[in-house]
T-cell receptor
Framework: AQKITQTQPGMFVQEKEAVTLDCTYD???????LFWYKQPSSGEMIFLIY??????QNATEGRYSLNFQKARKSANLVISASQLGDSAMYFC???????????FGSGTKLNVKP | ETGVTQSPTHLIKTRGQQVTLRCSSQ?????VSWYQQALGQGPQFIFQ???????GRGNFPPRFSGLQFPNYSSELNVNALELDDSALYLC?????????????FGQGTRLTVV
C-alpha cells in the first residue's frame, strides 16, 4: 500500500485566495512526523511545515497551516493568501520513528494565477 | 538556503559508465539519505548512512552504493549506468531517529544518461 497519497496532480488558485492540497498517509507506527515540502523548478526541496503524530494542535507557519485529522489519516496543507511565488510542486512526506527515511507522495503542481 | 551542498549540479553520462555524486551535510547532522526523483514523480529512498555505515536501503540494486565520511559528508556511486537512472538525485541530512526534525535537502544533481 502507498504510504503517502496525493490525489491532486495539479491545482489552480487565484492570487490572494486560499488553497488546500490534500494528503493521506498510511502507517502502523504510533510515532511519526508529517512534512510538507515545496519544490520549485530549481529542484531543491524547501521545508514548509511539520506535524507530529502526538501534537494536539494543528501546525501553522506563517501562511501555511496543516489540517491534521489523525483518525482519517489526513494531513492537508492550507496556503492562505496565495502569491505568484507559490507556484511550484508540493510534496507531502512522512517519517516514521522506527525508520528514518522519508516517504514522499507523488506531488501536486500548484499554479497561482494573477 | 540550507547548509547542504551537492556537486555537481548537472551531469551527462553514457550508458555503462560509472558516476559519483557528492553531498556535504548540514553542520551538526549525523545522518545522510539519498533519494532518486524521476521526472514527474516524488523522491524515492535509495539508502541512508549513519555513523559511516549503511543504515537502511530502498528498492535499488547493488550497483547503487555509497559512503559517509567522518565529517558526515557523503557520496553516491552508481555503476553500469542505465538510461532509467536519469533523474534528479537529492541528498538530505538530518538527525538520526528524530521524527520531529526536518531534513535539509540539497539542490540536487540532475543526471542524464544517454
Amino acid at each position: 500500500a502507498q504510504k503517502i497519497t496525493q490525489t491532486q496532480p495539479g491545482m489552480f488558485v487565484q492570487e490572494k485566495e486560499a488553497v488546500t492540497l490534500d494528503c493521506t498517509y498510511d502507517t502502523s507506527d504510533p510515532s511519526y512526523g508529517l512534512f510538507w515540502y515545496k519544490q520549485p523548478s530549481s529542484g531543491e526541496m524547501i521545508f514548509l511545515i511539520y506535524q507530529g503524530s502526538y501534537d494536539q494542535q494543528n501546525a501553522t507557519e506563517g501562511r501555511y497551516s496543516l489540517n491534521f485529522q489523525k483518525a482519517r489519516k489526513s494531513a492537508n496543507l492550507v496556503i492562505s493568501a496565495s502569491q505568484l511565488g507559490d507556484s511550484a510542486m508540493y510534496f507531502c512526506a512522512m517519517r516514521e520513528r522506527n525508520f528514518n527515511k522519508f516517504y514522499f507522495g507523488s506531488g501536486t503542481k500548484l499554479n497561482v494565477k494573477p | 538556503e540550507t547548509g547542504v551542498t551537492q556537486s555537481p549540479t548537472h551531469l551527462i553520462k553514457t550508458r555503462g559508465q560509472q558516476v559519483t555524486l557528492r553531498c556535504s551535510s548540514q553542520s551538526g547532522h549525523n545522518t545522510v539519505s539519498w533519494y532518486q526523483q524521476a521526472l514527474g514523480q516524488g523522491p524515492q529512498f535509495i539508502f541512508q548512512y549513519y555513523r559511516e555505515e549503511e543504515n537502511g536501503r530502498g528498492n535499488f540494486p547493488p550497483r547503487f552504493s555509497g559512503l559517509q565520511f567522518p565529517n558526515y559528508s557523503s557520496e553516491l556511486n552508481v555503476n553500469a549506468l542505465e538510461l532509467d537512472d536519469s533523474a534528479l538525485y537529492l541528498c538530505a541530512s538530518s538527525f538520526y531517529r528524530e521524527t520531529n526534525t526536518e531534513a535539509f535537502f540539497g539542490q540536487g544533481t540532475r543526471l542524464t544518461v544517454v
